[in-house]
């Protein structure tokens, strides 16, 4: 069965500390997998997308890595800020699948203290 | 910067009754979805649309969803009678065409059936 799953569930961080969330998937096919930000209450907002061939995609503070053998990948967020604070979602879409079809993982909901 | 756009942010209905979520997609894009989040769960696909009719739908999208495309510029949901189920919070994305991964998401509505 495709899969997303997503640690830690939760993460407390001090501002401007640096942090790194996990995702593993046992999508099949793979095509390829996204980050997703999603404030409370808004909807989620693209942080990055890679597909099979890429190992690691940078969107300012955030860095993304993928492993396509391991189906692992991580969100790395340098000198975090109060305004980080939100949930993180990992999304992973089959090969062939529709781009509607997307694999959710829960999240991770990161608090960033200052 | 253009948006998905939803309307209304918060519906509270009664169990048995009808409801029309509305969206204004992205004016350009040719792909429209609908997904929805229960409180505290991972966001689901329920639709995929284009070229005005649908083309992919999930389990969860059975007899009492339909989606429309009513005039050029919006996309609704209807749910033809509530079920205390149902209540979630509603994302409307669209995405330009079927090369380009990147899905946007409106800020959605959160839908309440007592």
């Known amino acids: 069965k495709n899969q997303v799953e997503q640690s830690p569930q939760s993460l407390i961080i001090l501002e401007g500390k640096n942090c790194t969330l996990q995702?593993?998937?046992?999508?099949?096919?793979?095509?390829?997998l996204r980050w997703y930000k999603q404030d409370t209450g808004r909807g989620p907002v693209s942080l990055t997308i890679m597909t099979f061939s890429e190992n690691t995609k940078s969107n300012g503070r955030y860095t993304a890595t993928l492993d396509a053998d391991t189906k692992q990948s991580s969100l790395h967020i340098t000198a975090s800020q109060l305004s980080d604070s939100a949930s993180y979602i990992c999304v992973v879409s089959a090969k062939g699948g529709s781009q509607g079809n997307l694999i959710f993982g829960k999240g991770t909901k990161l608090s960033v203290k200052p | 910067e253009p948006e998905v756009t939803q309307t209304p942010s918060h519906q509270v209905t009664q169990m048995g009754q009808e409801v029309i979520l509305r969206c204004v997609p992205i004016?350009?894009?040719?792909?429209f979805y609908w997904y929805r989040q229960i409180l505290g769960q991972k966001v689901e696909f329920l639709v995929s649309f284009y070229n005005n009719e649908i083309s992919e739908k999930s389990e969860i999208f059975d007899d009492q969803f339909s989606v429309e495309r009513p005039d050029g510029s919006n996309f609704t949901l209807k749910i033809r009678s509530t079920k205390l189920e149902d209540s979630a919070m509603y994302f409307c994305?669209?995405?330009?065409?079927?090369?380009?991964?990147?899905?946007?998401f409106g800020p959605g509505t959160r839908l309440t059936v007592t």
């Open positions: 995702c593993n998937y046992t999508v099949s096919p793979f095509s390829n």
């Open positions: 994305a669209s995405n330009p065409d079927r090369t380009t991964y990147e899905q946007y």
């Open positions: 004016s350009n894009h040719l792909y």
